[in-house]
């Protein structure tokens, strides 16, 4: 399918992506702007005719009817028989979205209606624990339930004015046993975040959580809040049905963040911010929905991640916020990209015989310029860089600091492209004065190959409007990624395995299974735990 695509990169690839830049306005036809953002893809090497191979495949794999038929509520996610319908969510201006002939969106306004009251309960303090006014939160998920709400509530801290927030998503008992013990049972809420209320890392969790509050509080389910799919399951766990907040199996765990599994963000920053974060990413469906492909911002960053990936090879894709407070983002991506696009198999059954989604890393800049650039700028794998930073900051009184962090996302990308021949590496090593052979060796240490691809994605500052345009933007990338190479990026089959395999190796750690079916391999490893507990 990529036979195309793969033929222009043979051919490009000795091009230096500098030159591409002698095309007269190169930087402003090979970027998409949209209100207040603008994603650069002109340092990497893509042509007019490779753009025009890649907007091809949008037509012909009939992405264009299969975005109409998510935002319509067809079941397009086929193996689970669902409609995908995040973008309901954030459909604030409330116009019919219909599931099986039904309108879903007075259920979803009135659940974000319930959202704000509880939030702005307790934000004022009329919602108490058994000690008072709720000062801390923790919300327990894992995955979904919890890569969004902890990259959101970090992404937005300066917006934060309410209880301080926390997250517990790892079964290592570390993660709660550290979370718990800065708190104060008496004032603390426990927001359980599950869509199925049976993720056996988030239900022990939350038991932990409950016997460590039941210690101090005659009534621990008075602070316990659910955010589940799963009404039953959490009427069981002794949740009250007026602190769950519930929402359909169209919202993909990845996908939730924009509804109930938003909730300790909306703590955090308070329900108009809440609500300025889903107005940012209803623009970008807007945008997303009606803007011709070549001006559709995640269109041409799925283009951009198709050409790098599929047509020119490269394995991995490394995302680098030059943001600390996006710290989380990289991760927060993981999950989306990989547990979307990461299949091998189409929607029809067949085993695909291209490369479906890359590995997606990354690390805030400029830290992973301390650790990783080196084998970014000299080793010998290609890794398109996507680079992301704000003009502005939020801290006016370090401007200084901003100038700096800007200055070296920037350079990095001109780095990358540029690159530092060996005829300059001389020149510099003779004007420290080293000679001859000695001269050759350490001058070739010093060559960067240059014409590594990136892109950038520039906005203005990191509002909570801004976040939820970016976030959606990275959505509907996958979308149109998978939607080219003919998967489903809305189930998630390959984490099952594991999970049934856990809770067979389980009673074997315990010694109430034998485990005498297993590998040498595993029965070693379960031996040798079995030497170390006993
Ligand atoms: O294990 C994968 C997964 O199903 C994710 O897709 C999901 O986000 C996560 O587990 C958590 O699931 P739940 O919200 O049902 O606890």
Redesign the pocket.
Known sequence: MFDDLQAMAADLADTDILTLFATKDRAADFSVALDGMLFDYSKTRITGEVRQTLLDLVESRGVIDKRKAMFAGKPINETEGRAVLHTALRNLVGAPVMVDGENVMPEVLDTLNRMRDFAEDVRSGRFTGQGGAITDVVNI?????HLGPEMGAMALSPYHDGPRAHFVSNVDGADIADTLKALNPETTLVIV???????IE?MTNAQTARDWMSNWVERPENQFVALSTAEEKTSAFGIPPARVFGFEDWV???Y?MWGPIGLSIMLAIGPNHFRAFLEGAQAMDAHFRDAPPQKNMPIMLALTGLWHHQGCGYPTRAVLPYDQRLARLPAYFQ?LEM?SNGKRVTMDGTTMDYASGPVVWGEPGTNGQHAFYQLIHQGTDVIPCEFMVAAKGHEPELAHHHRLLTANCLAQSEALMRGRSLEVSRRLMADKGFEGDELERQARHRVFPGNRPSTTLIYDQLTPYRLGQIVALYEHRVFVEGAILGLNSFD?WG?ELG?VLAVELEPVLSGEASGKDKDGSTSLLVHFVHTHTS
């Open positions: 998920g894992i995955g979904g339930s975040a599950s869509k199925s209320f049976t993720t988030t993909g765990g990845r939730s999950q547990e998630q984490v999970k």
